[in-house]
């Protein structure tokens, strides 16, 4: 069974600043994906970024990294230069060899000025 | 392009009742799913479609049907409403699911906001 942990209910950042947000995984499926989505307050779940298991290299996306540590089962995302606009929940998700997105429990962002 | 479409946006149900969720894509995805989303939760996955007339449980099926007659629309039917099915629903569509690639992406539709009383 996959897994997926956020630690973090909350978060405040104040707004140009970078912030990183937690997330572990748990599988015994050799291959994977890793997801990050962001829900606003309009409800909408917006795809951020991806990475793979057998990717080598962390993932970006504009302002968005994914740190990928293989080894310790973890995929954080990093948000570079905060904006109010990511003031958001965000959603660590995961797939494995069963057509199913697993979730973790979110993190809510505040980007304050 | 739309990407994924949901109807209603918002539906107010009593006890018993019966309704239909649609959902539709135009970006010629294989692969559908029905995820609700219950307060302090991720989303769980309710049912799920892999093709044009197929269709799979998912973790938290009981109380639901679907369909997927068209390759691009995907049904989530509840026969009898009751308020454990209080609940936003979100559809989702991937162009396929060998993990670990980009392309099981999922992309989803806006929400539907379901009451039951």
């Known amino acids: 069974a996959q897994k997926i942990t956020q630690t973090q209910p909350g978060m405040f950042v104040q707004e140009k600043e970078a912030v990183t947000l937690d997330c572990t995984y748990d599988?015994?499926?050799?291959?994977?994906?890793l997801f990050w989505y962001k829900q606003p307050s309009s409800g909408e779940m917006i795809f951020l970024i991806y990475q793979g298991s057998y990717d080598q290299q962390n993932a970006t996306e504009g302002r968005y990294s994914l740190n990928f540590q293989k080894a310790r089962k973890s995929a954080n995302l990093v948000i570079s230069a905060s904006q109010l606009g990511d003031s958001a929940m965000y959603f660590c998700a995961m797939t494995g060899t069963a057509s199913k997105l697993t979730f973790g429990t979110g993190t809510r962002l505040q980007v304050t000025l | 392009n739309a990407g994924v479409t949901q109807t209603p946006k918002f539906r107010v149900l009593k006890t018993g009742q019966s309704m239909t969720l649609l959902c539709a894509q135009d970006m010629n995805h294989e692969y559908m799913y029905w995820y609700r989303q219950d307060p302090g939760m991720g989303l769980r996955l309710i049912h799920y479609s892999v093709g044009e007339g197929t269709t799979a449980k998912g973790e938290v099926p009981d109380g639901y049907n679907v369909s997927r007659l068209k390759k691009q629309n995907f049904l989530l039917g509840l026969e009898s409403a009751a308020p454990s099915q209080t609940s936003v629903y979100f559809c989702?569509?991937?162009?396929?699911?060998?993990?670990?690639?980009?392309?099981?992406?999922?992309?989803f539709g806006p929400g539907t906001r379901l009451t039951v009383l």
């Open positions: 989702a569509s991937s162009y396929e699911t060998v993990a670990g690639r980009e392309s099981d992406t999922q992309y």
């Open positions: 599988t015994s499926d050799p291959s994977y994906g």
